[in-house]
């Protein structure tokens, strides 16, 4: 299977480049260029008017959360998780996750979101979920053990059976991690098997990572460390990890971030929403973090637009530092794309460049809120919407032409998850 | 011309009511009710799976900066401002800005903007293009006057000509108001005799205040006071007056907008992206001060996109105040509408109540970013998009009917803008 796309405005590493061809061969990019002779391919798609670009990825999600969006908002913390999220989930059944899993995916694709790590129960669903939909997606199962006990076994054989089956399936597009859920809600030794897990099978290690001021201040009064500080003299950050939020830590957790290449995914609409407060992304960045964006679970969302995050990314810490400088859209897109290859563990996605993961997206430049370009880098971050995403290819399959879906059937996923939906609904 | 939208989602001050029709007669909302007899309507709209709703108001911005959108990004304020905008502007020529005010018009049908604040140049040629757009608009000319001399003399002269020919125009869907561009760029005369001009004609007096920290620092050094004292003891705030900005207001002042009823513009992107930082939008809601919201010039935000601000206005506070409870989706709704209208001095419209301004978008409910919907208002608030807008109807007057624009020609606009932009484009 090869396609070419043509005549587009492309995002290169070394600037925007107008008039540019794209070649894919197999799940390769192999060719970029302004002058490629379209003979001979499958496929050949015109981009002119459009902006050719590395798909978004989504680090840290729930996808399965889609059911549950706008199902509680504007309420406290605990009582939105105590009295509405987990009562919810706690119904939750594998085939209500399927077709959420599938109803997610569906956003992913018309969003521009060619690949997302994902954290939740009955994983296989979501498996089959981002195999049928031809997305790329790191799957991970939150282990909640607060005791060295029979749970704590029972996560880990939970954690193995999704490793076991799902690992470098659907032609490589999905991978697995080791996904202790939390410091606060692992013992020690969820973390030690967890490591040894990871150095076997060289997996990642992925969890959630100082989210709130109280998850940090508990860990500073109950072992007088931070979280972060907690984890790395565990040795967690021996093996490579991928944290989720990152809102409250100090220099010398950044410090730590940053020494030993663990990667966060910054997720400022969620931490927004929730109340969490404000990651310090460019002092990250300054650092030398990693970071990709994400956008949490629906359900403190509530969505899965990356341009939303990319936005906020971009304006969120300009206005929090009183500083035009922070973030520019350049470092915003890098992070949006290459940064989130890189914090899932998928090092040749993200750039437009022979031998790179065929991971692209199409994106009208065309538009009253876009016009006139007179940079296109520009216009993506401070201006574009999801909705100007018009075409998806992931791994060198098309997912989506010219906004249509070629691998799921939108309106069959839809009646089933309203029909779903009425089961949760409140009187 | 009457119009019937039938079997929509509607937002009525009660709540969120399903199935339920809206009757325009003329330019008023004449019924609302779920069983209304559609023979006789001019126009009968159907509005299954969509939420219909009143307008949403840009109560801040400079319309034909359209044309300086993505212009010059991520530079610091000053030689953004003295390299790039204001030699841009100086070039500007008035038939640019008719065209770049039609292009505005264009984006704000879009993005579902029924009524907006202007305060530019040639002010002349952007109320010809909102008579021509269907839109409803204050417009105001920004005076710079830093000595009673003859620069004074000929910005009052032209703020004459523009309240003489326009106030109360087309239809009286254009309404002008006294604009001295802002405390640090006017010195007293020109409020003084702003304010009797506001009083003998009844008009609004628009103005910037208290946007950036160096404003107010250098104001309280030279005159002891902030911004919003300095010009309350000049006697401003006794004639109604909408101020944009208001990023750096202490309690004091914070009261005073209250006492004195001064609507205020609260504009987050454009805050956030030129660094000037973030308004205390919770503290003046729950003073009593009369918010509207904005997206300012679109070379600082860089879109008209009020869905954009309505999100940014429910998330950002939530996440400065560490409390997931502020500004919930009702507060940023009402802010984006009825606070609106009520900040551009238009008091009948903003609310889907009989006698109101037919002003009513029609926004899709159908899309995998907002289903399934359990609220309507928390959909539109934190999950929709501007392109999510189907309908936009402005005075009764159907303005784009699914996604068509009926007034302006859309493809002779967009080669007009762009053939103008040749001449700012840097080779």
Same mark, same amino acid.
């Given at each position: 299977?090869?396609?070419?796309?043509?005549?587009?405005t492309a *995002?290169?590493?070394?600037?925007s480049?107008?008039n540019t061809s794209?070649?894919?061969?197999?799940s390769r990019i192999?060719?970029i260029?302004?002058?490629?002779?379209p003979?001979?391919?499958d496929?050949? %798609?015109?981009?002119?008017?459009?902006l %050719?670009?590395?798909?978004l990825?989504n680090?840290?999600?729930?996808?399965a959360?889609? *059911?549950?969006r706008?199902?509680? /908002?504007d309420?406290?913390?605990q009582?939105?998780?105590?009295e509405?999220?987990?009562p919810a989930?706690?119904? *939750?059944t594998p085939?209500?996750?399927?077709?959420?899993?599938?109803w997610g995916a569906?956003?992913c694709i018309?969003?521009?979101?060619?690949a997302f790590?994902?954290?939740y129960?009955h994983?296989d669903q979501v498996g089959?979920?981002?195999?049928?939909?031809g997305l790329r997606?790191l799957?991970t199962?939150?282990m909640?053990?607060?005791?060295p006990?029979?749970?704590?076994e029972?996560?880990?054989?939970?954690?193995?059976?999704? %490793?076991?089956n799902?690992?470098?399936?659907? /032609?490589?597009?999905?991978?697995?991690a080791?996904?202790p859920?939390?410091?606060y809600t692992?013992?020690d030794p969820?973390?030690e098997r967890?490591?040894d897990?990871?150095?076997e099978?060289?997996l990642?290690?992925?969890?959630h990572l100082?989210e709130?001021?109280?998850?940090?201040d508990?860990?500073?009064?109950?072992?007088?460390k931070?979280?972060v500080v907690?984890?790395?003299?565990?040795g967690?950050?021996?093996?490579p990890?991928?944290?989720?939020?990152?809102?409250?830590?100090n220099e010398e /957790?950044?410090?730590? *971030?940053?020494?030993?290449?663990?990667r966060?995914?910054?997720?400022?609409?969620?931490?927004l929403?929730?109340?969490s407060?404000?990651?310090?992304l460019?002092?990250m960045?300054?650092a030398?973090v990693?970071?990709?964006?994400?956008?949490?679970?629906?359900?403190s969302?509530n969505n899965?637009?990356?341009?939303?995050?990319?936005h906020?990314a971009?304006m969120?810490h300009?206005g929090?530092?009183e500083?035009?400088l922070?973030?520019?859209?350049?470092?915003?897109? /890098?992070v949006?794309t290459a940064?989130?290859?890189q914090?899932?563990?998928?090092?040749?996605?993200?750039?437009?460049?022979?031998?790179?993961?065929a991971d692209?997206?199409?994106?009208?430049?065309?538009a009253?809120?876009?016009?006139?370009v007179y940079?296109p880098l520009?216009a993506?971050v401070?201006?574009?919407?999801?909705?100007d995403?018009r075409?998806?290819?992931v791994n060198?399959?098309v997912?989506?032409k010219d906004?249509?879906?070629?691998?799921? #059937?939108e309106?069959?996923i839809?009646?089933k998850?309203?029909? %779903?939906a009425? #089961?949760?609904?409140?009187s």
């Amino acid at each position: 299977m090869s396609i070419l796309i043509q005549n587009g405005t492309a *995002l290169l590493p070394s600037g925007s480049s107008p008039n540019t061809s794209v070649a894919i061969e197999g799940s390769r990019i192999t060719q970029i260029g302004t002058d490629i002779d379209p003979s001979g391919f499958d496929t050949v %798609i015109d981009a002119r008017g459009q902006l %050719i670009m590395p798909g978004l990825v989504n680090a840290h999600t729930h996808l399965a959360m889609v *059911l549950f969006r706008g199902y509680a /908002d504007d309420m406290a913390l605990q009582p939105w998780l105590e009295e509405m999220i987990w009562p919810a989930e706690a119904k *939750l059944t594998p085939e209500q996750i399927y077709w959420a899993s599938l109803w997610g995916a569906v956003e992913c694709i018309r969003g521009g979101v060619t690949a997302f790590c994902d954290m939740y129960i009955h994983m296989d669903q979501v498996g089959k979920a981002v195999e049928k939909s031809g997305l790329r997606a790191l799957l991970t199962y939150g282990m909640i053990a607060f005791e060295p006990n029979e749970k704590m076994e029972k996560e880990f054989a939970i954690s193995m059976e999704l %490793i076991e089956n799902w690992h470098g399936k659907a /032609d490589g597009r999905i991978q697995t991690a080791i996904a202790p859920h939390a410091q606060y809600t692992c013992c020690d030794p969820v973390w030690e098997r967890s490591i040894d897990i990871a150095k076997e099978r060289g997996l990642l290690l992925n969890t959630h990572l100082s989210e709130t001021r109280k998850e940090v201040d508990v860990c500073i009064k109950d072992s007088g460390k931070s979280p972060v500080v907690y984890l790395n003299d565990l040795g967690v950050f021996e093996v490579p990890t991928l944290t989720a939020h990152c809102v409250h830590v100090n220099e010398e /957790d950044i410090s730590i *971030l940053a020494e030993k290449n663990v990667r966060v995914s910054h997720n400022p609409g969620s931490n927004l929403k929730l109340g969490s407060g404000i990651a310090p992304l460019p002092e990250m960045l300054e650092a030398g973090v990693t970071v990709g964006l994400g956008t949490d679970g629906t359900a403190s969302n509530n969505n899965l637009n990356m341009f939303e995050e990319l936005h906020m990314a971009a304006m969120i810490h300009k206005g929090t530092h009183e500083d035009p400088l922070a973030v520019p859209a350049k470092q915003a897109f /890098d992070v949006g794309t290459a940064g989130g290859y890189q914090a899932i563990g998928v090092d040749e996605g993200g750039v437009l460049q022979e031998g790179a993961l065929a991971d692209v997206i199409l994106v009208d430049l065309e538009a009253a809120h876009l016009e006139p370009v007179y940079q296109p880098l520009s216009a993506l971050v401070y201006s574009a919407q999801a909705a100007d995403v018009r075409t998806t290819i992931v791994n060198g399959q098309v997912l989506m032409k010219d906004r249509k879906l070629l691998t799921l #059937d939108e309106q069959e996923i839809r009646t089933k998850i309203n029909e %779903i939906a009425q #089961d949760y609904r409140r009187s």
